[in-house]
């Protein structure tokens, strides 16, 4: 497992994937990229993991309030939600005057938080470009007061302050071009010719985004739609002809793109292919300015996302969305403040590194270079001494990041043990860094990663379904719902446990024996509930009947159930296996969500 093994890499990623999943063509497409050897080089995308997302468009003005109605949900699809006329939605030109934008500032701010790459909407959905076009006179530049182009000054500022900087394109959908998609309210789909509005300005429009700013970083594509393989690469074939080293994004569709996006607010539980990924969250709940929602992440939650997305090799993409005056919310600006003063501390641990090499660990998560391992210590146990699952490993030095601190490290049974000082240094993640003599280590096998540590140290163990390993017809099925119009949350799930073979099951590695309860968390309609599942562990057997919980739709809260199922028992320190079944044939059981294990005194 140790020593660099470029054959393993290969074979993770030839393997059936059990991540990445079926997608609907509506919001991207997440299937796995191909390699493209031909392609640009992805070196400096894979090393920066840090990178600022801005939504602004005509549409943040109205921050979701517009003609005296509240828009909860994703402000830049005001147009589509509303079904205004052009005349309406597009008059928001003429109003749209941000004498606050500051490009050095939104640049200055993305520098100062450690973002290496900004990518900023040059045209969304609604169609509007957010630069000086010839074709199209929906502009920022000549068809509003503005009169300035922001692309073209954002573009001087990244390029003054080294950072990279790219554009997001909605290639598909275009609301204001008749033949565009998406604008189905005033345009008959059926009278639409998808290549009339490809060739009269997509391309042309891309053309000058390639050709008037710069080094163009990539091309964050969106929503392929049902656009076709010809279109896409007619996409990919023009942007690289004019750029060859702009990335672009696997929202082309069709298993094109240089780097693999997840879908909105997406982190994969692990992340198969030999290309880099990029997971995008907004930093409240819409992408696009509202004054509706201030659920903004906190530091620690961001944090802790760049941590978990860099342990699995990705680069965390976090959004702002700038108002109708050019600012970024207060509250993004120092958030972000905060993330940069983490970084300036613990950089090392994030930029330029690789994916965990080991099983997943309660107590936080792991990134790792070449002869360096960095613990990222989000949850520290009050016993203060934390648990590796690294096999033997030849360590120089262990110490804190943050303050330099050298820490004891124990050689034990399958790892390493880790002694912690009482006064972490930071309570959000303090990094422990492990310098050894074994050059970069082979990311875990996929056998090792789905082992779960359970201990009475930590509060609960989450068993995933993308942790399991199925028996019978079941397959993951990842739903989405969301509260508010197109903030997707993820219910990561299963489909086809109909009968006693349909089983999942995780590898638990139980440190400390004792009693723990289980619970079955799940959500389960009509056709679903009072059929009977069972729990077996270590020789115990628990079986429950199925509690109705309402149906699953997408646009609504989805009803969880946390059924306490049982206390088993753990005799002894060892590995076991846990499985879930139907204990009869039947329909599916239900939608399942997780187990949970907590230790029982
Ligand atoms: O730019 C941000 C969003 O505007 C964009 N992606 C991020 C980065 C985005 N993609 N999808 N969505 C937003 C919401 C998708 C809504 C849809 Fe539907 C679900 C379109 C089709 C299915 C709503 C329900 C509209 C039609 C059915």
Known sequence: ?????????????????????????????????????????????????????????????TGGQWRGENYYGITEWLWRRSEASREDYLGLLDT???????????????????????????????????????????????????????????????????????????????????????????????????????????????????????????????????????????????????????LISSRIGHGLGDYQNYRDSEIPVVHESSRPFEAIFPHNESWGYTALDTNFKSTTELLHILADVASKGGNFLLNVGPD??????????????????????????????????????PWGTVTQRDGAVYLHVLEAPASREIFLPSGDLNIRQAKLLATGKRLSVTTVEGGLKIGLPDDMPDSRNSVVALYHNDGLLDTAS??????????????????????????????????????????????????????????????????????????VRYSADASEAGQEGVVEVAGQSRIFRVLETGEFEFDRPVATFSHHIGTIEFTEPGDYSIVLRPAQVGTELMKFRQIEILPHD
């Open 96 to 246: 749209f005057d941000p004498q606050g934008f500051d490009a050095d500032e939104w640049v200055s701010l993305a520098k100062e938080a450690g973002a290496k790459y900004i990518v900023v909407t040059a045209k969304h959905h609604d169609g509007v470009a957010m630069f000086d076009t010839d074709f199209s006179d929906y502009d920022v530049t000549d068809g509003a007061p503005f009169g300035r182009d922001p692309m073209k000054e954002l573009s001087i500022a990244a390029e003054k302050e080294g950072i990279r900087l790219g554009f997001y394109y909605s290639q598909f959908q275009d609301w204001e071009h008749p033949d565009g998609g998406g604008n189905e309210w005033e345009y008959d789909p059926a009278g639409k010719d998808f290549s009339v509005y490809q060739q009269e300005k997509a391309i042309p429009q891309l053309d000058e985004l390639l050709t008037n700013y710069g080094d163009v970083a990539l091309i964050w594509f969106d929503t392929p739609g049902d656009s076709t393989l010809e279109s896409a690469r007619q996409f990919v074939d023009f942007v690289r002809e004019r750029q060859p080293d702009t």
């Open 446 to 519: 996929i056998e090792e990663r789905r082992i779960i540590t359970v201990s009475s140290e930590y509060e609960a163990t989450e068993l995933e379904p993308e942790m399991a390993t199925f028996g019978g017809n079941v397959e993951l099925e990842d739903r989405r719902y969301w509260h508010n119009f197109g903030e997707w949350k993820h219910f990561p799930s299963v489909k086809g446990i109909r009968e006693p073979d349909d089983t999942l099951s995780w590898q638990l590695r139980v440190l400390d024996p004792g009693q723990y309860t289980v619970t």
């Open 324 to 361: 109708g005056n050019g600012k970024i919310p207060e509250a993004s600006v120092n958030r972000f403040r905060e993330i940069g003063k983490w970084m300036d501390v613990n950089g090392e641990s994030i930029y330029g590194t690789s994916a965990s090499p080991f099983a997943p660990v």
């Open 1 to 61: 497992m140790k020593l660099k093994n470029v054959i393993s890499v290969l074979v993770l990623s030839l393997l059936p994937t059990t991540v990445v999943l079926a997608q609907a063509p509506e919001d991207g497409d997440v299937s796995i990229v191909q390699n493209d050897s031909d392609g640009p080089s992805v070196e400096w995308f894979r090393d920066a993991k840090f990178g600022m997302f801005v939504h602004w468009g005509v549409s943040s003005q």
